[in-house]
């Protein structure tokens, strides 16, 4: 299999039986002949393998059948591929990696089901990130995009695996966290002022977010209540973030 995928050229064995490099698992189960066939697939290289145990010879004719059969395998794995990254790409915010609104509006469907079929709590936290109007005003558009990169990187260390988190567009940001309710909502708190301290330390000094949060099912049993309830709270949190930087000058 590896000089196939060395040659990158199929590889036709006889008399396997005999051959030094087949394996012994081979020959004790009766293989006669092989052949493996490198398919390479978006810069990815499988092998297609065929064992046979009835023949030792591989006839023109077959060698042509096989071969034909490996090629239409690697396009229908090509087009699988080439499928599943458009998917990818359709709930994935280009800029930071993150899932796009249409990521999150599914998960949120799929977490908000299992919470109710199991009964645990599911909470969303919303976030409007403060400075990128200024750091963009001040610095220009790459540099607004490095500020963003750079919170949904420190963002999602502070997360649990389990916990998900999504970019809305522009400066807000939401995340689902499973198992996680009323009484989660200050270590939540505490994780977020942990990556803004972080963000800052990367060259921001002027990073400040603005946080609601609310939780299923004890405030809210839909997601739309949810989602609207955890936007009011960021929305007095940002207000007041204003009037505090206002009473300042």
Same mark, same amino acid.
């Given at each position: 299999m590896w000089q196939a995928l060395d040659e990158r050229r199929p590889l036709y064995?006889?008399?396997?039986?005999?051959n030094p490099r087949v394996l012994s698992l081979y020959k004790k189960?009766?293989?006669?002949?092989?052949?493996?066939?490198?398919? +390479?697939?978006n810069g990815k290289v499988y092998v297609l393998s065929y064992l046979r145990?009835?023949? +030792?010879?591989?006839?023109?004719?077959?060698?042509r059948v096989v071969e034909a059969g490996a090629r239409s395998i690697g396009v229908a794995l090509e087009r699988r591929e080439s499928m599943e990254l458009l998917a990818a790409a359709a709930l994935t915010d280009g800029l930071t990696g993150l899932g796009n609104r249409r990521a999150f509006d599914a998960a949120?469907?799929?977490?908000?089901?299992?919470?109710?079929?199991?009964?645990?709590?599911?909470?969303?936290?919303t976030?409007?990130?403060?400075?990128?109007?200024?750091?963009?005003?001040?610095?220009?558009?790459?540099?607004?995009?490095?500020?963003?990169r750079t919170f949904a990187r420190k963002m999602r260390v502070g997360w649990r695996r389990e916990d998900q988190l999504y970019?809305?567009?522009?400066? +807000?940001?939401?995340?689902v966290l499973?198992?996680?309710?009323?009484?989660?909502?200050?270590?939540?708190?505490?994780?977020?002022?942990?990556?803004v301290d972080e963000v800052r330390q990367a060259g921001f000094p002027g990073a400040d977010v603005s946080v609601g949060i609310a939780a299923f099912p004890a405030e809210a049993r839909s997601a739309a209540e949810l989602l609207r309830l955890s936007d009011e709270r960021m929305y007095c949190e940002k207000q007041s973030h204003r009037a505090q930087k206002e009473g300042r000058r």
């Open positions: 064995i006889e008399d396997a039986a005999t189960a009766g293989v006669r002949s092989l052949a493996h066939l490198p398919l +390479e697939v145990q009835g023949k +030792e010879r591989w006839t023109s004719h077959e060698r949120l469907e799929a977490a908000l089901n299992s919470a109710s079929r199991h009964a645990y709590a599911v909470s969303i936290v976030f409007d990130l403060d400075g990128l109007k200024a750091i963009n005003d001040r610095e220009g558009h790459a540099r607004g995009d490095d500020f963003l970019r809305f567009g522009g400066d +807000e940001f939401v995340a499973s198992h996680t309710g009323t009484g989660g909502f200050e270590a939540v708190r505490q994780r977020v002022r942990v990556a």
